[in-house]
């Protein structure tokens, strides 16, 4: 099974400010990573889909890059609905494994 | 659009089946791998398994040996059944779409919690 880990745990910014996330898959995923929102209370969606590429609507201040073992999520200039948690997901291999995820909070 | 409901009991006895089902709607069954993902309160994402429209599946192996999924595309639903549940199973549980084998998920059902208690 392909363990993903993600840092921080915990990241606490400040609207209008830029959110670094990363994720480190135990072994080569290729490019076959994904990444969610998720607000409390609600089902995750999908923002970014094989590494890089933006899921239907999602706004380009979403933006997903790394291939093999290491990737990032980076949101431009945080809006308020952005501060929520946020998991990867590999597809390389199955079972389909997520990561911890990453809180983004309002500082 | 797909859209995906959750439906069953939000209460299960301990050793007992858990037994959901997903109702389907804006999409075609034969287009997606339609999946079931649940999550312990204040917890992660785990994957339970997932199954094609032709009954083709495929399981975790860590809840393989209690796990069943079953689908009637003539109804547009999909099922999840857990055997031998304990309380480590209380969570949340998604049902969702994906459209490759090796699977994102690009659509979810709002989710429903599922207790085990007695």
């Known amino acids: 099974e392909i363990v993903l880990t993600q840092s921080p745990a915990t990241l606490s910014l400040s609207p209008g400010e830029r959110a670094t996330l990363s994720c480190r898959a135990s072994q080569s995923v290729s490019s076959y990573l994904a990444w969610y929102q998720q607000k409390p209370g609600q089902a995750p969606r999908l923002l970014i889909y094989?590494?890089?590429n933006r899921a239907t609507g999602i706004p380009a201040r979403f933006s997903g890059s790394g291939s093999g073992t290491d990737f990032t999520l980076t949101i431009s200039s945080l809006e308020p609905e952005d501060f929520a948690v946020y998991y990867c997901?590999?597809?390389?291999?199955?079972?389909?494994?997520f990561g911890p995820g990453t809180k983004v909070d309002i500082k | 659009q797909v859209r995906l409901q959750e439906s069953g009991p939000g209460l299960v006895k301990p050793s007992e089946t858990l037994s959901l089902t997903c109702t389907v709607s804006g999409g075609s069954m034969r287009s997606y791998y339609w999946s079931w993902i649940r999550q312990p309160p204040g917890k992660g994402l785990e994957w339970i398994g997932y199954?094609?429209?032709?009954?083709?599946?495929n399981y975790n192996p860590s809840l393989k040996s209690r796990v069943t999924i079953s689908v009637d595309t003539s109804k547009n639903q999909f099922s999840l059944k857990l055997s031998s549940v304990t309380a480590a199973d209380t969570a949340v549980y998604y049902c969702a779409a994906g459209m490759f084998y090796l699977t994102n998920f690009d659509y979810w059902g709002q989710g429903t919690l599922v207790t085990v208690s007695s």
């Open positions: 094989d590494a890089s």
């Open positions: 997901q590999q597809r390389s291999n199955s079972p389909f494994t």
């Open positions: 199954i094609y429209y032709s009954g083709s599946t």
